[in-house]
């Protein structure tokens, strides 16, 4: 079982950043892909970015494409969203989600089998 942690949401203007982490507990943590989403009020949970186990292969939205790094430290049992120049489009609830790699699905939610509490990031125009 893996039970995962988000911290680092909080209000920002719009063109600022923020950086989520992901504390992850349990000693499988290295073996999971790991995935971030978000979910704006009155809207379906959608993809952010995955990263695979060894943080060799990474995936972003289209929306937030060179603005947004995901990273990890499997040492420290931690991924990480890095996310600049935010836009109020931004805002909403984040969650991190931890599952095994898949190529082809990584943008789905099924994909994934854990998943933290999450972090709200609101971004102000």
């Known amino acids: 079982q893996v039970q995962l942690v988000e911290s680092g949401g909080g209000l920002v203007q719009a063109g600022g950043s923020l950086r989520l982490s992901c504390a992850a507990s349990g000693r499988t943590f290295s073996s999971y892909a790991m995935g971030w989403f978000r979910q704006a009020p009155g809207k379906e949970r959608e993809f952010v970015s995955a990263i695979s186990w060894s943080g060799g292969t990474t995936y972003y939205a289209d929306s937030v494409k060179a603005r947004f790094t995901i990273s990890r430290d499997n040492a420290k049992n931690t991924v990480y969203l890095q996310m600049n120049s935010l836009k109020p489009d931004d805002t909403g609830v984040y969650y991190c989600?931890?599952?095994?790699?898949?190529?082809?699905?990584?943008?789905?939610?099924?994909?994934?089998?854990?998943w933290g509490q999450g972090t709200q990031v609101t971004v102000s125009s």
């Open positions: 989600s931890a599952g095994p790699f898949s190529r082809n699905y990584y943008q789905s939610i099924r994909t994934y089998l854990h």
